[in-house]
């Protein structure tokens, strides 16, 4: 899938623009202070990107413990 990315003024601004980009079948990643806060992704992408992010536990390979304490990690160490 293509992708474009913008900051999130920019989405703000050009909502338009993204949009199309979005309806033509390509995703846009939105950042705001130079890290990624989102995707704006086509509809028809949602079920496989849902279905990729659950792969491990759709496996088994979850390990519910682990996972909590990566959350608060990355919230706690990216919250500059």
């Known amino acids: 899938m293509l ?6 003024t920019e ?3 050009n909502f338009g623009k993204y949009l199309n980009l979005v309806m033509s079948g390509q995703e846009v990643v939105v950042t705001k ?4 806060v989102g995707r704006f992704i086509p509809k028809s992408a949602t079920v496989s990107y849902l279905t ?5 536990i ?4 979850y390990d519910m413990d682990e ?8 919230k706690y160490e990216n919250s500059d």
Request: no cysteine; glycine share 10%; hydrophobic share 25%.
């Open 52 to 56: 990729d992010s659950l792969t491990g």
């Open 3 to 8: 992708s474009a990315t913008a900051t999130a």
């Open 58 to 61: 759709l496996k088994g390979d």
């Open 11 to 13: 989405m703000q601004n």
């Open 67 to 74: 996972a909590r304490t990566e959350r608060l990690r990355e």
């Open 33 to 36: 202070n130079g890290r990624e």
